[in-house]
Every structure is written in C-alpha cells, then in structure tokens.
C-alpha cells in the first residue's frame, strides 16, 4: 500500500518557520515528482512547490523566496521549508506524488492525508 506520511504541521507565529517533511513507502521514490499542495477553508487546492525527479523545482508565487523544496532519495523523504510565514499560509498541507509520464497506462497519483499548518498573527 501507498502511503505518504506529512510531518512538521502545527501552529506557528507570522514571521516564523516551518519545516514540512513527507515519507513515502510503497513506491519507487526516485520516479516520481513530488509535490506540496495546500488548501485552504473554501478555497481550490493550489501548488506550493514542486521537485522532479531530476531535482528541478516549481514554486507558487505566493511563496518564492521563501521556500525551499528539496529531496532526499536515500531517506525517501520530500522537506518543504517555509520561512516569513505569513497569515495567509494557513491551510492544510499534502504531499503529492505523480510519475511524469502522464499517460493513463503509466500515471500514478498518489496524496497524503494532510497535516494542517495554522500561522497567527
């Protein structure tokens, strides 16, 4: 079974830091991209920032310059670190992990159950 474990949610003050860590198991970590997606309360899940498998990143708008994705094949592990946390950044956080071929034969999508990131102000 698939499983993508989040780590690091909690509540923390605006202008702090956050370290988010995602472990997989049940899949060939270093084929697939991965990702940290965030939803808010009535809002469409969004892209945060994103590592391929040949270390590429992708980052929201809303969060370049102040997050760092990075990977770490060895430990199976995908970390999101976030720093100048803002009001904003407040919603649940979930690990993502897709193969790049996107193919329907070859796609694979899988998601962690979330763990919720709070930033007062």
């Known amino acids: 079974q698939v499983q993508l474990a989040e780590f690091g949610g909690g509540l923390v003050q605006a202008g702090g830091s956050l370290r988010l860590s995602c472990v997989a198991s049940?899949?060939?970590?270093?084929?697939?991209?991965m990702g940290w997606y965030r939803q808010a309360p009535g809002k469409q899940r969004e892209l945060v920032a994103s590592?391929?498998?040949?270390?590429?990143?992708n980052y929201a708008v809303a969060v370049k310059g102040r997050s760092t994705i990075s990977r770490d094949n060895a430990k199976i592990t995908v970390n999101l670190q976030m720093t100048g946390l803002k009001p904003e950044d407040t919603a649940v956080y979930y690990c993502?992990?897709?193969?790049?071929?996107?193919?329907?034969?070859?796609?694979?999508?899988?998601w962690g159950q979330g763990t919720q990131v709070t930033v007062s102000s």
């Open positions: 049940g899949i060939i970590f270093p084929m697939y991209d």
């Open positions: 590592i391929t498998t040949g270390g590429s990143t």
């Open positions: 993502n992990a897709k193969t790049p071929d996107a193919r329907p034969s070859f796609r694979r999508d899988y």
